[in-house]
């Protein structure tokens, strides 16, 4: 672990939570966290702890755990373990079936509660203080804040190598498919935005299914096009990734890279003018990333 980065850590959080003491909300926001599961026994009570720990009041706060066929008891555990939590208001649900994550995860946020903010928080992974929900409750006082990204960093402290604001050139023309993938951990956004993501911009053109690989892109692409100037890099750490020999990234590296490319050549959108405005139209993409 980097000490300099840990130093600066510290410090972005309690400035940014002085901020929040010295100028409470006025809104209590309601929040979605969207957890897709999968094998996910040996984190599921670490990822829990993390929620309930949090500085926010958890009746404003709905969880769901969407286990994905696990080989494993991860539904179990987190069943057991909520037991011990009984200020969560967390639901688990388990497919018969493994669908994949971007199945899973679009069926979640589409259910998400009407103006609410949801967190896409995979259950193998955690918030990285109890701090985060009510800085971003601080942060969604904006009503021209629509989506955030970033920051986050591994288990052991060290930093994310790909966490970093987008250049202003790239969000002015609309080029997040042709840029190189910094937009990762934490997101969260207006569930409004995501209502404007079509279905068929969420299929691989390859299969006729939802992409299995590369979903982080599959959905914030079209959330980025969509948001343009509304989206914002949070660059005080609010996830810890958990990245281990089970995930995705990690042991499917070939195909997640294949359905990127699939992705980034889809045709993008038009940024809205507003979230009840009309559903923005496609644009060819001049991707040649």
């Given at each position: 672990m980097s000490f300099a980065h840990a130093l600066k850590n510290r410090w972005l959080r309690a400035v940014t939570d002085l901020q929040v003491s010295l100028r409470p909300p006025k809104r209590q926001h309601t929040f979605f966290i969207a957890s897709a599961a999968h094998d996910a026994s040996g984190w599921?009570?670490?990822?829990?702890?993390?929620?309930?720990?949090?500085?926010?009041?958890?009746?404003?706060?709905?969880?769901?755990?969407?286990?994905?066929?696990?080989?494993?008891?991860?539904?179990?555990?987190?069943?057991?373990?909520?037991?011990?939590?009984?200020?969560?208001?967390?639901?688990?649900?388990?497919?018969?079936?493994?669908?994949?994550?971007?199945?899973?995860?679009t069926r979640l946020f589409r259910s998400a509660p009407a103006e609410s903010i949801v967190l896409?928080?995979?259950?193998?992974?955690?918030?990285?203080?109890?701090?985060?929900?009510?800085?971003?409750?601080?942060?969604?006082?904006?009503?021209?804040?629509?989506?955030?990204?970033?920051?986050?960093?591994?288990?052991?402290g060290s930093p994310s190598t790909n966490s970093r604001p987008l250049p202003r050139s790239v969000i002015r023309r609309g080029a997040f498919r042709e840029h190189i993938w910094v937009t990762s951990h934490l997101h969260s956004f207006r569930k409004e935005l995501f209502d404007h993501v079509r279905e068929d911009s969420l299929i691989d053109p390859e299969t006729g299914e939802y992409f299995r690989s590369a979903v982080d892109m599959s959905h914030y692409f079209p959330m980025l096009e969509l948001a343009g100037r509304r989206a914002r890099h949070v660059p005080r750490i609010l996830y810890v990734y958990n990245l281990h020999a089970g995930s995705l990234i990690a042991s499917k590296r070939d195909k997640?890279?294949?359905?990127?490319?699939?992705?980034?050549?889809?045709?993008?959108?038009?940024?809205?003018p507003s979230l009840h405005g009309r559903e923005a139209p496609a644009q060819d993409s001049d991707c040649e990333f």
């Open positions: 599921i009570e670490r990822h829990l702890a993390s929620i309930a720990g949090q500085r926010y009041p958890l009746e404003r706060v709905e969880h769901v755990i969407l286990d994905d066929a696990s080989g494993d008891d991860t539904a179990e555990v987190a069943r057991r373990a909520l037991r011990k939590l009984p200020s969560l208001r967390t639901r688990v649900e388990r497919n018969e079936s493994q669908l994949g994550g971007c199945a899973n995860l896409q928080v995979d259950a193998d992974d955690w918030l990285a203080d109890p701090g985060v929900l009510a800085y971003l409750n601080y942060l969604y006082q904006d009503p021209e804040l629509w989506m955030t990204y970033n920051s986050w960093q591994f288990p052991d997640q890279l294949a359905c990127e490319r699939r992705i980034r050549a889809l045709r993008r959108y038009a940024p809205l």
